[in-house]
């Protein structure tokens, strides 16, 4: 269709944007409204069940709450790594874009690290998605709970992935398989960062089959769009922060 | 093909400023929170207000939506808006449970 409207000349064959942008952008945005959709039946999953128990545990004591905000700083600050990604990447410095998305990444790591070390702090207290050690008659806290937090992780995962294979390429192939080598021999069978580790396994095949079948350069723009869903991911956080952490804080006790 | 960059400044003090606001506000909800400044219905609304502060700050400049032409700006929000509104529906229920006790 485009070739025929180039042959005749006819420049109004190409209608522009209604979004006045690119599509891969339009693309990406349209994914995030749908993803906004599901983490927000979720998130009204979880607000639902705690208005209909009065008995709603407050399991999370100062070192939670602590330990949930360092993780809010990470996100924020990974964010302003990836905004600055995306302007070196609009400079046509790619050593930069390189190096402040290697700098998201660890920010993005270290939230999963930390997010990872309270789930296992909660199971070790007996917390399980059906029953928990705070409030008896309310098993559906741990279900919400892991299945919300749970659901964030594996975005905040599949995000450190895509901007791995944005920065690295194929080179980051061989780093995602040591790391997931080193985290899977290194912990014991039933630990949850022996279990969330095959997260990166799936990741690996995955990011294998693009970066093999469609071998690209990713330009500013592809920055830009991996931006948006890391931000997205922060944006998530915003919410379950203080609906899951800040509103069950145990303060005394 | 046209990109967002041939509208605003390429400042980063800007992004800064945004984050140094974001960061603030965090810790303003971590206060409210272990203050117990609030009786429950009044901290979750006042955290939710927070919170809606914070995803402006990070949609309209982190995610540059704020230099996105109006048409990009109103369908992708109104649409999100009002799908999200449509799921309080489900709150009716939730009270429902709470009055009258129904197990």
Redesign the interface.
Known sequence: MADAAVAHGSAEAYEP??????SKK?GM?LFL?SD??TF??LL?AY???R????DWPTPFHKES?TNA?VM??CL??S??T???AV?AA??GDKSWTRNWILLTMLFGSGFIVLHALEWTKLIGEGMTPFKNPWAATVPQFGGTFFTLTGMHMLHVTIGVIYLGVVALRKAFLPILLVIWGIVFFSTPADNVFHIGVHALLIGLVIAAVILFLKPKDYD??DV?IA??YW??V??VW??I???V???S?R?QG | MHTVAAHHDEGKSQYLWVWVVLLLLTAVEVALAYKQVFQPVQMLEALMVLSVIKSALIIGWFMHLKYEIAAMKWVMMTAVCACLCLMCIFFADAFRILQLGVR
């Open positions: 944007s209604l979004f006045g942008t690119y339009i945005w409204l906004t959709l927000g039946a009204f607000s639902y069940g208005i209909s128990n009065p709450i905000t809010t700083g924020l600050s964010s302003l990836m905004v600055l302007l609009r400079r500013a723009h830009e931006g948006l931000h997205f922060d944006l915003m919410f922060f203080p609906l952490y800040l509103m804080t303060v």
